[in-house]
């Protein structure tokens, strides 16, 4: 084989050879953002998860506080109705002995 003819498939074989590294290369960067932008749209998607589960955790802890301040305030309620009721009981035999009392001080005075 002649020398040019040679020196001529070496140049065609190097070009060849440099276009696929290229494309290879364009291969990798096109991939490489490929897979950062998708990178970028998961950690977008957890954060949005993530902010959708606070919410709807602090939701359930806003509603869990009211039904229990609720039922501290329906005990409250009770139990002041309760010490109503007793003290209204007494009344009659306070008073009872409230008189009791003034009429011993007065049949002692006389």
């Keep these: 084989m002649p020398r040019p003819e040679v020196l001529e498939r ?5 070009e ?5 590294v290229a494309e290879a290369e364009q291969d990798r960067d096109d991939r490489i953002a ?25 939701q359930e802890a806003e509603s869990e506080i009211e039904a229990e301040a609720t039922e501290i ?13 007793q ?7 306070a008073v009872e002995y409230a008189i009791t009392q003034f009429e011993e001080a007065v049949h002692a005075q006389t």
């Design 16 to 20: 060849e050879a440099e276009e696929i």
């Design 34 to 58: 490929e897979a950062r932008e998708r990178a970028d749209e998961i950690r977008a998607e957890a954060e949005a998860e993530a902010e959708e589960m606070a919410e709807r955790r602090l």
């Design 10 to 14: 070496i140049k065609a074989a190097e």
């Design 73 to 85: 305030r329906e005990e409250g309620q009770a139990a002041r109705e309760e010490l109503i009721a």
């Design 87 to 93: 003290a209204e009981a007494q009344m009659d035999e």
